[in-house]
Each structure stands twice: as C-alpha cells, then as structure tokens.
C-alpha cells in the first residue's frame, strides 16, 4: 500500500506540466516542488516527495483527491492513515446492510448518495451515455426506480463497501441517517439498531449537531469524554486570580468582579469539534478590537510560568499552524479548572479545592478534553524537600481528572528544554493527533 500510494502521488504530479507544478501543489497540498534550470518533471517530483514519510503522503492524498475529486487516491490516503485502527469487519457491515434492509438511502436517491463516495461509472461510459453498462445505471434502475431488486447487503457487495476504508464506510452511514434521509423515530430507530452492531468494533453514530431542529450525526470511534458542554473557559492567567461573580445564575454566565486583567474568558459555545484556534483568534478579534493572531500569541505566552512551558507552546505552533490551519485545536494555557472563591482564605475548617489550575487544556472533538502538566520541582517538593504528601496530592487529583473523562499527560520540565526538546514535544503531539484523528 505505501508504495502504491507513492506512485499514485507521483502519477498524479508527473501529469503536470513544469508551470503546474511550479504552483498546483503548493496551492492545493502546501508541497512546494522545487525548480532547477534543467531538472526533469521526475526529478523535481522525486526531490518533492523524497522525505516526505507514509503519513505525509496520505494528507496530500487526501487534499488533492478532494480538490480534483479523485476517489481512489482520497481512499488509498485514507487506508494508510487507518492502517492502526481497529478495523471495522466484514461481518460488522454486512450486518450494518442488514439493518439498512432494501434502503440505504431513505427519501433521497440511492445514485445520489453512493455516488459521492464510490465510483459508479468510467468517464468514457458518461461520455457515451452507456444504458445498462455503468453500475450507477444498475443502482438508478434496482435501488431507486425498482426499490426491493436490490438488497442493501448487495449493493455494498457491488460498490466495494465491505472492503473500502472505515471512513467511507462511516461517510456512507452519516448520510443513510442524515435528516434528509430519515427523520423523527425512523432516524432514531436506525441510529439505535447501527449503534447496537457498531459497537462490536468499536465504533458510533454521535450526534454532531442539528438541521432545523433534527439531529445530524457523525461517525466516530466510540470514546468516553467528558460529559457535558464546556461553558466558560477561564485561561491565561498572569497574575491574581480574579473574582468571579454569577451575571445570570440560572443560565450559568459570569462575570469578572475584580482582576479582569489578569485573565481571558472564552464563553463562547464549543460544539462537538472542540475548540480550535482559527475559533480562538475570532473571538479574540471581537472582544479585543483591532488585535489579531500574533497579538492573541503573545497574550497567551504571558501567562507562561517557566522555559519548558514556553517551549512546548512555541514548539506547537512551529510545528502544526502551517500544517494544519483551519483545523489546529487551540492550546489554552493556565486554564481554571476548579474555582474556589476568594474569600476562602478568610474561612476556616475550609481547605482550598486542589489543582485549581491546569498547565495547558486541549478540547478536541468528540468531547474529548487533554490536560497537558509541565511537572517542576514544586510538584513533588515542599519548601525545597521531597514531600510525599505533595505528591500523593498530584496524583490523587489526576485519578479524579481521568475518572471524569479527561485525558492528563506529564511532562518533566527538563524534557522541554535542551537537546532533542523539539523533536520530543513533536512527537507527543503526532501521536495524540493521530490518536484522536485531528488530521483527517
């Protein structure tokens, strides 16, 4: 599979001509293939894609087969990036199509919806206007205009769907069940019986959001998160902490009594995508007139207690802002997790909640919620000695985070500073991102 992918990209770039090239790539994938007065279009594609590693190639794959609507190159980049998932099997979705029945598609045409995904006729055979050859003839006359000649199960048979990618495979059922599919009980009852044959392997229909009042839902991997919206996000603190009052208690909006300018807060909805940085620095240009991505930076860095911290978020932006734009989650540092009020202190026979704040927070999609510590000396000392107690305090507060569905990782401040930082807070990121599917 890798080097058939490789010769798909290449195949695809060698049908360029030197001025294409030149702009195509960089446009479409971000790949810049570089020019030298006498280099051949091979050489300057096998230059291009030299260095590039298995996952590399299968995001360009993705990106040019959307951008040229080529399905087979969009799936041989989706079945490299899956090659570690758990798979979904043959027998999962031929119970999947047993569900379906005779009806993949609903109140909407069959053609219609398979039709983006697979590929139902050659370019010659619309050319020709082939009656009876193309397999999108076949499933226009047995699905849609004979409803009952063909099983679902046989359908899938036909456009390759028990072998095809995990992510086509869900691609197919978010639209079997998509509000202009089904709707009321009938899209319930499916979800329901879906669910029920997914989760064998791992796998879920979830509800991602709503079209006029019905709910849309979206294929994923079964995963825990947290329960719950986020509603106010209280981050980048630099200095006291402020005091928080209740502006409306009922619907749970707040408002800063005092220390304003110590801290952000995000209170914005945070839908089922999570919280991205694109989202981030709109709101920042709406509550801060006039600033923009760099000025919301170097807010955020100001907040930033040591150098390993400072390294990681640098590190971060480095790394991924090109890369992954528009989809980049946003990094929150020293984010408010409990929040005892001020006047605590003047209380008695009253201890403080621990960790009330968090280093850094990452709220991806699917509810999932990423704590990342940057753990110095003052995690397991007191007054400069060992201090089990302290200790004990840390990861007693870490067992509840992961009880209630948040993810903690720890990192040692030394592991962010010196030789090989870069490479180690890079790596973490990839695996978490490949773990959670943020690239695809």
């Known amino acids: 599979m890798a080097g058939d992918l490789y010769g798909l990209v290449a195949g695809l770039l060698q049908g360029m001509t030197h001025a294409q090239l030149s702009e195509e790539p960089q446009r479409v994938a971000g790949l810049v293939v570089p020019y030298e007065e006498g280099l051949s279009k091979r050489q300057r594609i096998e230059q291009a894609l030299a260095n590039l590693t298995q996952e590399q190639l299968a ?7 959307a951008d040229r609507r ?7 980049g989706r079945k490299v990036l899956e090659a570690n998932d758990s798979p979904l099997t043959h027998i999962t979705r031929r119970d999947v199509a047993r569900v379906l029945g005779d009806d993949l598609a609903g109140e909407r045409g069959t053609v219609e919806i398979v039709g983006r995904y697979f590929v139902l006729s050659t370019p010659i055979e619309d050319f020709l206007e082939s009656r009876g050859q193309s397999l999108r003839y076949q499933i226009d006359r047995h699905m849609d205009r004979n409803p009952g000649d063909w099983s679902v199960e046989q359908l899938f048979g036909e456009i390759g ?16 069940v998509h509000p202009l599919s089904r709707s009321g009980d009938d899209q319930a009852g499916t979800v329901v019986a879906l669910n029920k044959i997914l989760a064998r392997d791992g796998y879920e229909l979830v509800q991602e959001g709503e079209l006029s009042g019905h709910p849309i839902f979206g ?19 630099r200095g006291p902490k402020p005091e928080i009052g ?4 009922i619907n749970n909006d707040i408002v800063i009594l005092s220390g304003e300018e110590s801290c952000l807060v995000y209170d914005r909805p945070i839908g089922a995508s999570g919280l991205l ?14 600033a923009d991505a760099a000025k919301l930076g170097a807010r955020l860095q100001e907040s930033l207690a040591s150098d390993a911290e400072r390294k990681l978020f640098a590190t971060y932006f480095k790394a991924y802002r090109s890369t992954l734009g528009e989809v980049l989650p946003a990094l929150l540092p020293q984010v408010y997790l ?44 007191e007054n400069d000695l060992p201090s089990l107690k302290v200790y004990a305090d ?14 903690v990782y720890r990192f040692g401040a030394n592991e962010l500073v010196g030789d090989g930082a870069e490479a180690r807070i890079t790596d973490f990121f990839d695996k978490l991102f490949r773990l959670h599917r943020v690239r695809q």
């Open 277 to 290: 940085w694109s989202e981030l620095v709109s709101w920042w240009g709406e509550v801060t007139p006039g």
């Open 161 to 176: 769907a028990f072998d095809c990618s995990n992510a086509r495979f869900g691609a197919l059922l978010e639209e079997a």
């Open 70 to 76: 080529d399905i087979p190159l969009d799936e041989a």
């Open 394 to 407: 840390m990861v007693s507060a870490d067992r509840e985070l992961r009880l209630a569905g948040y993810e």
């Open 59 to 65: 995001q360009l794959a993705l990106k040019f087969g």
């Open 246 to 249: 209740f502006a409306d208690a």
């Open 338 to 381: 409990h929040y005892d009020p001020a006047v605590v202190k003047t209380l008695r026979h009253r201890l403080p909640l621990p960790r009330q704040r968090m280093d850094f927070l990452m709220l991806l999609p699917s509810r999932q919620r990423i704590v990342i510590e940057v753990d110095g000396k003052h995690h397991f000392s």
């Open 219 to 237: 294929f994923r991997p079964v995963v825990r998160g947290v329960g719950g919206r986020p509603k106010n996000l209280i981050f980048a603190s």
